[in-house]
């Protein structure tokens, strides 16, 4: 049987606790991590008989903010914020409150009617409407045995 030590929380204070405690600082800081992560919004795709649903978790944006283009066939919705809240009078020991944009593109099917896309945006979330071609929509008929 092995006996495996865990430190359950515990901080080593045997070692210069201020070199932890600084060492902590970093890889916990919100500046840090906000630089390594890539931000782009989480997205859902779903598929009826006559459209495609594409929705884009997106909070804290306005109508305004967002351009959607279509190329050929790449659907491409863009955003730029930029948080520009300067109160004089303020000392701030720490601003989170930055730049922020994003490019989403998807590659729209052959099935797809590029003449027919609607933009909704409500509650944090972008909803692009997309239709199909008439001769792409599910067809149903019955087969006769003979």
């Keep these: 049987m092995t006996l495996v ?12 606790p201020f070199f932890s405690d600084v060492f902590d600082s970093l890889i916990n800081d919100s ?39 279509i190329d050929k066939n790449v659907l491409s919705v863009a955003a730029e914020k930029k948080a520009e809240n300067v109160e004089e009078g303020k000392k701030f020991s720490k601003r989170e409150y930055s730049y922020n944009s994003f490019v989403r593109s998807f590659t ?7 003449s027919k896309i609607e933009a909704d945006y409500a509650d ?13 929509k599910f067809q149903s008929r019955e087969i006769a045995v003979k």
Excluded: C, M, W, Y
């Design 108 to 114: 729209l099917p052959e099935s797809a009617d590029q």
């Design 5 to 16: 030590k865990f430190n359950n929380g515990l901080k080593n204070t045997s070692a210069n």
């Design 31 to 69: 500046f840090l991590s906000d630089k390594l992560i890539a931000r782009v919004p989480a997205v859902n795709i779903a598929e009826t008989e006559s459209e495609f649903h594409i929705e884009l978790a997106v909070p804290g944006l306005k109508k305004e903010d967002f351009k959607i283009n």
């Design 124 to 136: 944090g979330i972008l909803k692009l409407t997309v239709a199909k071609r008439e001769e792409a």
